[in-house]
């Protein structure tokens, strides 16, 4: 019998999953960022760059099929594809932002959230 995960090391496998899938599928710049001392709204930010509009959807598109297909989660919300400059696809305990080079230069998430572990 397969003992039930904390939300903790269930947030740590997405995000983990998450850089690995971008990374594999040519994400610039993937990067994790422990959150949850600093936030409510999620336990880990995962941020990728992608190189054109629809590198950003093909991205997203890869990272919402695969972690579907090797976890079992969906993301509850998803956040500003009409653009491609910018797509959010919140799961909750983890925040995935895939940016243009523009979109991550003009929200500096890594910035922001500068006191956040930051995981290669």
């Excluded at 297909?69 to 956040?79: D, R, Y």
């Excluded at 491609?84 to 305990?93: K, Q």
Aim: with cysteine; glycine share 10%; charged share 30%.
């Amino acid at each position: 019998m397969k003992e039930e995960r904390t939300q903790k090391e269930l947030a740590r496998e997405i995000a983990e999953a998450a850089a690995r899938i971008l990374d594999a599928k040519k994400g610039v710049d993937v990067t994790t960022l422990e959150v949850g001392a600093q936030t409510v709204l999620a336990d880990y930010f995962v941020l990728a760059t992608g190189t054109s509009n629809t590198h950003v959807r093909a991205l997203a598109d890869e990272a919402e099929f695969k972690l579907n297909e090797e976890l079992g989660v969906k993301p509850g919300h998803i956040e500003g594809g009409d653009g491609n400059s910018w797509i959010l696809l919140d799961y909750g305990c983890v925040v995935i932002h895939i940016f243009t080079a523009q979109g991550r230069e003009f929200y500096k998430l890594e910035r922001l959230w500068k006191d956040a572990g930051a995981q290669e």
